[in-house]
């Protein structure tokens, strides 16, 4: 966070099937993909990485120094600071948390012991199938596929296997971030080669600015409608703007 602190916060969730309702977000750091159009590029945009971002050509944007952007906590004290707040649902962000997958296990089983009502939720890119011990203690799946749009190599970003795992548990949504008709091809294509049911695929404008969301969100909401998809709104943006901590 801007003072320092760990980055957990409480907010509405502000995406998918869940959008509205108060939730503790723990946000952690590190990821397997690069994403050139990233909103928490903080997470893995370090210095002296090769890696490139659309706000490379922005007046004073710079890589992140690592040591700035991470902070080591154990699992009792990131239990004690996510339960200082009082909503009952739990968001596993990052970055990608899932690369930390033993370490959110022990962090739900903390949280539970004192708070019973605890629901868990994930927010990951769908390259990385957690194990049982995961899946028995999480709630929902939101399954962010990511696109060409990205510049990841789609060797890296599409794991079509990873995904259709991710539909049997009867627990995931996937939400596709779309920009353009190319955008929309894509997602159909992945869409029937995973076997996603369409009550289970969001759309969401892509958008950094709530004029952004203006401009693209109707359209996307007409094509969800047009192909049985539903609708994700950028809840989030509309009510902080891009900011941490919300």
Wanted: hydrophobic share 40%.
């Amino acid at each position: 966070m801007p003072d320092g602190s760990p980055e957990i916060f409480e907010t509405l969730q502000g995406e998918g099937r869940n959008t509205g309702r108060p939730s503790v977000f723990i946000r952690a750091s590190l990821c397997n993909l690069h994403c050139r159009w990233c909103d928490t590029d903080y997470t893995w945009n370090w210095v002296d990485t090769g890696f490139e971002h659309e706000k490379d050509a922005d007046p004073g944007y710079e890589k992140f120094q690592r040591e700035d952007q991470i902070v080591d906590l154990d699992i009792d004290e990131i239990a004690e600071k996510a339960l200082a707040f009082p909503a009952i649902s739990f968001v596993f962000t990052g970055g990608e948390p899932l690369i930390q997958e033993k370490a959110w296990v022990e962090l739900m089983a903390a949280i539970s012991a004192k708070r019973s009502a605890a629901e868990f939720e994930i927010e990951t890119n769908g390259t990385l199938f957690p194990g049982e011990a995961f899946l028995e203690g999480i709630d929902q799946c939101n399954v962010s596929p990511k696109l060409a749009n990205s510049g990841v190599a789609k060797e890296l970003r599409y794991k079509r296997d990873v995904l259709h795992q991710f539909v049997e548990t009867e627990k995931a949504d996937f939400k596709f971030v779309i920009g353009n008709s190319s955008d929309l091809k894509e997602i159909l294509n992945i869409v029937d080669s995973a076997k996603i049911p369409a009550p289970h695929v969001f759309l969401m404008p892509r958008a950094r600015t709530v004029a952004e969301l203006e401009a693209n969100h109707s359209g996307v909401a007409q094509i969800a409608q047009e192909h049985g998809f539903r609708y994700s709104d950028r809840l989030h943006l509309r009510l902080y703007g891009a900011q941490r901590g919300t």
